[in-house]
Nanobody, 123 residues
């Protein structure tokens, strides 16, 4: 069973950048499409970005377009989320997950989740 561990979150000022990492173990990473989601207390988990198994196809949620970028390194079993021009409304816990099929923007189509990493953007 694959396991996921996110890292790279923290406190950053508005306009700054962070790069989140999600390291996978216990499975064939290159066989999995991956996604990033985020969640704030009291709200549903929100789709952020998706990347195909090879990395050649990516998709983004409306809040991510133009500022966030997903990538992966299959040799390192890691998927990344580069976050630029951060805004206070980007404050959330960010999760990576393994896509198990179906539309990429639904949380129910992801079968394995990491524990999340907190991103806080100050104004």
């Amino acid at each position: 069973q694959v396991q996921l561990v996110e890292s790279g979150g923290g406190l950053v000022q508005a306009g700054g950048s962070l790069r989140l990492s999600c390291a996978a173990s216990g499975g064939s990473f290159s066989n999995y499409a991956m996604g990033w989601f985020r969640q704030v207390p009291g709200k549903e988990r929100e789709f952020v970005a998706y990347i195909s198994r090879s990395g050649t196809s990516t998709q983004y949620g409306d809040s991510a377009k133009g500022r966030l970028s997903i990538s992966r390194d299959n040799a390192k079993n890691t998927v990344y989320l580069q976050m630029n021009r951060l805004k206070p409304e980007d404050t959330a816990v960010y999760y990576c997950a393994v896509h198990s099929g179906g539309p990429y923007y639904f949380t129910r189509n992801y079968g394995v989740w990491g524990q999340g990493t907190q991103v806080t953007v100050s104004s």
